[in-house]
């Protein structure tokens, strides 16, 4: 119950056990096209240009901002958490120049202050973080398509943490990359970074090697010295997964057989089911916390589906509480980072696990810890708000 990795749903872990095919063989490609489709529907989007990049989450990141930005180019990055600084990083790792504006940990950024951030920085890539665990706040995404098309910025988000478990809309959002992992919402293990491009994107990531590749224009071959990386270079991942299936890496195979199957189970169930799912034993939880008689930080209103933080009462330990529960409930909650560390817990309610069953033993739990701890908690408070808030529907 932490803000993931979280338990994976059995279906995937069962899709992981099946018998290993090597990436030609023609059920492999099967698969790998099925997986594409599959994410297509995932991430709500039409683009040709959606595939896994093996590795966590943060080689789905570091692929998107390493191909799609040319050294000395400006990206942009509003922090709201820590999330926020590891795409600062890339991106300068990158060799962009990189511009980022911060709020306080626990709001998100409004419209008009990103659209005035990229009218005077005039970015080439504007990169946000949808859901930022750290902090537990949602970005909205809605409106910024918009404001990168009026400047001419590609627009790309980080939605490892929110994919599947809040609203998502690639295209009608006007993204032109997402990438995520499968360890938070989707129910899967770490280890596979779905990612999508659009057309203008991937025109960009083609663009790119053509410079520093040296590829001539009017012919397919690599005529000058590479310079990058080699893994994540999205160029020759695309014609990987693509047509012409030229060789790059060993497929994951089994990492691919997970992705495979969180994006059916989500599918199955039903995207907008999944969401509303998350948002139920969000609400649950956030209910229940509050019935112990903590408080909650952040801006509620802001608030990811799937992550929630309880301020940790005054004079109690944060980690004992945490050690307590994992020991003698066999529950995970997280801790905190930066500017949080030891003023809040983290429970997450997501995947798999975003239950009413969990949501209820998690409360349960916390309550018999917190009065252990020496706090007031008023008795079956958190059980009784949790189960009053999810009969609401
Ligand atoms: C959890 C999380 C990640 C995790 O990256 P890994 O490489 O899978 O560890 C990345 N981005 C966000 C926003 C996250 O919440």
Known sequence: MGPGPVNADPRVLRALSTPLV??????????????????????????????LVDGTSRAGIEAALVSLVRPGQRVLVPVFGRFGHLLAEIAQRAGAEVHTIGTTWGQVFPTSVVEEAV?????????????????????????????CARHGALFYTDATASLGGNPFEADAWGLD???????????????????????????????????EAGIREDDDEDVGEPIGSNYFDLGMVLDYWGPRRLNHHTEATSMLYAAHECARVLLDEGRQKVVDRHARAGRAMLAGVRGLGLGVFGDLGHRMHNVVAPVIPDGVDGEGVRGALLHDFGIEIGTSFGPLRGRVWRIGTMGVNARLDTVLTT???????????????????????????WAEG
Do not use: I, W
Not at 179 to 194: F, M, R, V, W
Not at 372 to 384: F, H, L, Q, Y
């Open 22 to 51: 090597g990436q030609y063989d023609p059920v492999m490609t099967g698969y790998m096209a099925q997986t594409q489709a599959l994410y297509r529907e995932v991430f709500a989007t039409r683009n040709d240009a959606t595939l």
């Open 119 to 147: 009218r005077r920085v005039r970015p080439h890539l504007l990169a946000v973080v949808q859901g930022d665990t750290s902090t537990t706040m949602n970005q909205p995404l809605d409106e910024l398509g918009d404001v």
């Open 177 to 211: 990359a997402a990438t995520a992992g499968l360890q938070k919402c989707l129910s899967g293990p770490p280890g596979s970074a779905p990612l999508t491009l659009s057309d203008r994107a991937v025109e960009v990531v083609r663009g790119r090697r053509r410079v």
């Open 363 to 389: 409360l349960a739990a916390l309550e018999h810890v917190l009065r252990r701890a020496g706090v007031p908690v008023p008795p079956s408070g958190g059980v009784d708000a949790a189960a009053d808030a």
